[in-house]
């Protein structure tokens, strides 16, 4: 069983970073693939970057490509999101996933467990 708290949502200006991160108990965070994910209103929830356990494979959306950089450190079990170059577009709530497997995906239903998610504003 795995519990993962996000958190570094907030309100930012266009153009503006933020700096997301998600702790995760449980003893299995070293040999977890994880995910961001974010749902904007109205929308469906969608895929932003994955990274494999050990950090080294990492993939991102087309639509974040170049601004995000996803990150972890095992030794303190937490994931990261740095998010760059803000856009009003990048509104939404982000969660973080993980899942038992080592490989990261880009879909969500490989993912097996999810945080609460944290929100993020961009304004225009």
């Known amino acids: 069983q795995v519990q993962l708290v996000e958190s570094g949502g907030g309100l930012v200006q266009a153009g503006g970073s933020l700096r997301l991160s998600c702790a995760a108990s449980?003893?299995?965070?070293?040999?977890?693939?994880m995910g961001w994910f974010r749902q904007a209103p109205g929308k469906e929830r969608e895929f932003v970057a994955s990274i494999s356990a050990n950090g080294v494979i990492t993939y991102y959306a087309d639509s974040v490509k170049g601004r995000f950089t996803i990150s972890r450190d095992n030794a303190k079990n937490t994931m990261y999101l740095q998010m760059n170059s803000l856009k009003p577009e990048d509104t939404a709530v982000y969660y973080c996933?993980?899942?038992?497997?080592?490989?990261?995906?880009?879909?969500?239903?490989?993912?097996?467990?999810w945080g609460q998610g944290t929100q993020v504003t961009v304004s225009s």
């Open positions: 996933a993980a899942r038992a497997f080592v490989i990261p995906t880009l879909t969500m239903n490989s993912f097996d467990y």
């Open positions: 449980g003893r299995t965070f070293s040999t977890s693939a």
